[in-house]
């Protein structure tokens, strides 16, 4: 396989912040179709990693391509355009808006000629916001103010406002935290889903989540690439196991 099968390559990639470098020459392939989890301790670059691919942080060298296009010159506005999408770990809904509102006002805007806020066809902006609802769990609640949401409802409405864009490479760190055990079940059933029309990354510590969802799993460590590999392999892993696993 070449580079340019990769729906996202990353190659010796570094940030350093005042001399200290929280990315330290990565390199991570990302295959189409792929659910990818990152795993490894806290301070080992995995929320800085997933800033640099989304544009929120400045790569000081070193590349990211995204379909074979560059990133790191474009702003985090364009990479969004691109297919890009980020999952905080503090969800952004409109509390006082309805779930359905919150999933209309997502439709990307600006791709007619006469640019940003103006013709919207609006059968496709329903459709669209009916089929994200049925993928996330949320058709039955489209009138409800997204308030009174349970707290993985929250979650699983700011996954949908992403998916209302069809991003093509969706990016979540730790989506389960603060979730019941049906609620985690739940949200591995729709990364499940998700990822057979896109890439998707997930950063998460839940070994059993992890399990459940990966289909590769990347250790991450001291902004390096410790191990990759299968949760089998990586598990079993005596560097894993050491500084990260062990504990
Ligand atoms: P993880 O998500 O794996 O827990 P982070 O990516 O949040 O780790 O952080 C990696 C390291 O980079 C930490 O030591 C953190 O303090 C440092 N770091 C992250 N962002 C910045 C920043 N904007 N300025 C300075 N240091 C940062
Ligand atoms: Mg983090």
Redesign the pocket.
């Known amino acids: 396989m070449s580079n340019t099968d990769f729906a996202l390559a990353v190659e010796d990639l570094t940030v350093s912040?005042?001399g200290?470098k929280?990315i330290d020459a990565l390199t991570l392939y990302i295959d189409r179709n792929e659910l990818r989890v990152i795993i490894?301790p806290?301070?080992?670059?995995?929320?800085?990693?997933l800033d640099l691919i989304c544009g929120k942080?400045r790569a000081s060298s070193g590349s990211i391509k995204f379909k074979n296009e560059e990133m790191t010159v474009l702003d985090e506005h364009t990479r969004v355009r691109r297919g890009i999408g980020r999952k905080f770990q503090t969800p952004s809904i409109y509390e006082n808006l309805s779930v359905f509102k919150n999933l209309e006002v997502s439709y990307p805007s600006g791709r007619s000629v006469f640019g940003a806020l103006t013709f919207r066809c609006t059968d496709e902006v329903m459709a669209r916001v009916h089929a994200v609802a049925q993928e996330i769990g949320l058709a039955d609640a489209l009138q409800m103010e997204a308030g009174l949401l349970s707290h993985g409802q929250k979650q699983w409405l700011e996954i949908g406002m992403l998916l209302m864009q069809e991003p093509e490479l969706l990016m979540l760190d730790e989506p389960i935290a603060g979730m019941s055990a049906r609620e985690r079940e739940l949200t591995a059933e729709l990364l499940q889903r998700i990822c057979k029309n896109r890439s998707v990354i997930v950063?998460e510590h839940d070994m059993e989540f992890v399990k459940r969802i990966a289909h590769k799993v990347t250790v991450?460590h001291q902004g390096k690439i410790l191990a990759e590999g299968s949760m089998e392999a990586v598990q079993s892993n005596p560097k894993v196991i050491d500084v990260y696993l062990g504990h």
């Open positions: 912040f005042d200290f929280a490894g806290n301070g080992a670059g995995k929320t800085t990693l942080t950063i991450m």
